[in-house]
């Protein structure tokens, strides 16, 4: 079997506080394959976005460190990496897009100017071809008039433009994978649509992986091959995107599934989980989602359930799912 391409294992991602450290990320394991679009999905607090900067060597430092576990890109773990390695990789083999664009752009120079810079950064190529494949790129995601973009300054491109542009800069070193974080959180629905099927066609184009964080399941099921599930740190379902969708397993992600809206449906009101995420410096002691689980128990609120393959590379951590055996590692 192919070695995967991004291989996460026991991975504790933890800041130093006042009190007890802070457990963002308390030992996931999950890996992403070559040309697949991973989704990692969870409300706020839930770790995703820890996951995310970990794999970009971003984790604010000093308060935040990693705690232990290891993130093997093309088998090297990262984490051994130096910070010059690391801003190597950085944008040329692992890219990523954010949420807003406008904190990603540099406001006061052009488009040109910034596409020149990124590509001239890491790959050896003169100024002139920088242009022709910059301008291949524009004409790629979908901008005809690609001299105008290139004289633009960010201000003066809307917001789905922005991501475009910006999804065009993170794929211009052709990375191997694309690291994803709401990149569409802040766009209307239309243009919304637009940029995840630009991110598809990305991956067919470039081969590239995808690892999208996301608190929306209407996108994972637009674009996700392979789903993961985090709560409170934590990995509660991991599956391929036809498992989960044709058989959510875990509480939390029904209760996701139960708050998505449905086309036509105009008289329920829409469900929201009740109660918050756990506090990550003082995580109960049993399961960390008992005190919002409507099948909650005595005993889930006494052990912590294990990660349990249930079926085929379907993952549970809920001890009231029946079948599997304990997954460790
Ligand atoms: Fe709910 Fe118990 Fe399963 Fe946790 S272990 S998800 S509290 S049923």
Redesign the pocket.
């Known amino acids: 079997m192919e070695a995967p391409l991004l291989s996460i294992n026991n991975l504790k991602v933890y800041f130093s506080g006042e009190g007890d450290d802070i457990k963002a990320v308390d030992g996931i394991d999950f890996d992403i394959s070559n040309e697949s679009i991973m989704c990692v999905v969870g409300e706020s607090g839930s770790g995703k976005s820890v996951t995310s900067l970990s794999v970009m060597g971003l984790v604010p430092k000093p308060e935040g460190y990693i705690a232990d576990g290891s993130i093997t890109f093309k088998g090297q773990n990262l984490i051994d990496f130096t910070e010059k390695e690391i801003s190597n990789i950085r944008g040329n083999e692992i890219a990523m897009i954010f949420q807003e664009p406008m904190t990603s752009l540099n406001p006061v120079l052009s488009i040109e100017v910034q596409m020149v810079e990124q590509l001239l950064r890491h790959k050896k190529i003169s100024k002139k071809n920088a242009l022709v494949k910059i301008k291949e790129m524009l004409e790629f995601i979908g901008f005809s008039r690609t001299e105008q973009i290139l004289k633009s300054y960010p201000h003066e491109l809307s917001g789905g433009m922005r991501q475009r542009v910006l999804i065009g800069m993170a794929m211009l070193c052709e990375p191997e994978l694309l690291i994803a974080d709401e990149p569409t959180t802040a766009l209307d629905v239309t243009i919304q649509a637009q940029v995840l099927e630009l991110m598809k066609q990305m991956k067919e184009k470039y081969s590239t992986s995808v690892m999208m964080i996301t608190h929306d399941l209407g996108i994972v099921a637009e674009i996700a091959d392979e789903v993961v599930v985090m709560y409170a740190g934590q990995i509660?379902e991991k599956a391929s995107a036809d498992d989960l969708f044709k058989e959510p397993l875990?509480?939390?992600t029904q209760a996701l599934l139960k708050s998505i809206p449905k086309i036509g449906e105009t008289t329920r009101e829409l469900y929201s989980i009740p109660g918050t995420v756990p506090s990550a410096d003082n995580f109960p002691k049993?399961?960390?989602?008992?005190e919002r689980?409507?099948?909650?128990?005595e005993?889930?609120?006494k052990k912590m359930?294990e990660l349990r393959e249930i079926k085929a590379r379907h993952f549970v951590?809920?001890?009231?799912?029946e079948g599997g055996e304990p997954d460790n590692g």
């Not at 049993?286 to 008992?290: L, V």
């Not at 689980?293 to 128990?297: S, T």
């Open positions: 509660v875990h509480p939390y049993g399961c960390r989602f008992a689980c409507e099948y909650a128990v005993s889930c609120h359930p951590r809920c001890d009231l799912v």
